[in-house]
């Protein structure tokens, strides 16, 4: 079992910048890809961006691309999500998700952390 516990949520203005941390803990050298999802109020969750335990990318939602950036420091089992122009419309639930098995795959998830970007 993996473990996920993410940080660093909370409010900010409209252009503003967060950056959300990660940690995993449990069986971590079985991870092969860690991810963030969000989930707006009223819509389903979303991928936002993902990495895979080697650093290459697995992907990012067209609608964060150029202002989101996933990257992990092994050493510390750790993923971030730096967020920059913040939008409105970024305000969500965000979740940390791992997987075992392959770059889409995700098992293992996070409690979330709220962002709100106020206007």
């Known amino acids: 079992q993996v473990q996920l516990v993410e940080s660093g949520g909370g409010l900010v203005q409209a252009g503003g910048s967060l950056r959300l941390s990660c940690a995993a803990s449990?069986?971590?050298?079985?991870?092969?890809?860690m991810g963030w999802f969000r989930q707006a109020p009223g819509k389903e969750r979303e991928f936002v961006v993902g990495?895979?335990?080697?650093?290459?990318?697995?992907g990012t939602a067209n609608s964060v691309k150029g202002r989101f950036t996933i990257s992990r420091d092994n050493s510390k089992n750790t993923v971030y999500l730096q967020m920059n122009d913040l939008k409105p419309e970024d305000t969500a639930v965000y979740y940390c998700?791992?997987?075992?098995?392959?770059?889409?795959?995700?098992?293992?998830w996070g409690q979330g952390t709220q962002v709100t970007v106020s206007s």
């Open positions: 998700a791992a997987g075992n098995y392959g770059p889409n795959q995700y098992d293992y």
């Open positions: 449990g069986r971590t050298a079985s991870i092969y890809v």
């Open positions: 990495i895979s335990w080697i650093g290459r990318s697995t």
